[in-house]
């Protein structure tokens, strides 16, 4: 298996950017599936960036154009790089490993590791 620790939320204005990071352990996620998901309050967790195992990206379209998921498998580190924010990306950001994942689509998967969430709010 493999654990999970997410870094890099805060607060911010809306217009500007943010880095999260998350870092595994346990098991290098070179071949992963990994993703970050969110969840605001009252609202259902959504998926918003998916890296597949040969490195494919796929985007939710609430956030397309605006965010960036990378890897570096030599940090065993996943990235989201978050640009232009606005304040309904405001929740707690979440990432996401697994070598086979439940997938359907970004709007219906799940994973099996998921690190404890990182908080970022956009004013």
């Known amino acids: 298996d493999v654990q999970l620790v997410e870094s890099g939320g805060g607060s911010v204005e809306a217009g500007g950017s943010l880095r999260l990071s998350c870092v595994a352990s346990?098991?290098?996620?070179?071949?992963?599936?990994v993703g970050w998901f969110r969840q605001a309050p009252g609202k259902e967790r959504e998926g918003i960036a998916i890296m597949d195992s040969i490195g494919s990206e796929t985007y939710a379209d609430s956030v397309k154009g605006r965010v960036t998921i990378s890897k570096d498998n030599a940090k065993n580190t996943l990235y989201l790089q978050m640009n232009s924010l606005k304040p309904e990306d405001t929740a707690m950001y979440y990432c996401?490993?697994?070598?086979?994942?439940?997938?359907?689509?970004?709007?219906?998967?799940?994973?099996?590791?998921w690190g404890q969430g990182t908080q970022v709010t956009v004013s």
């Open positions: 346990g098991n290098n996620i070179r071949t992963y599936f």
């Open positions: 996401a490993a697994d070598v086979t994942p439940i997938w359907r689509s970004i709007g219906d998967c799940d994973f099996g590791s």
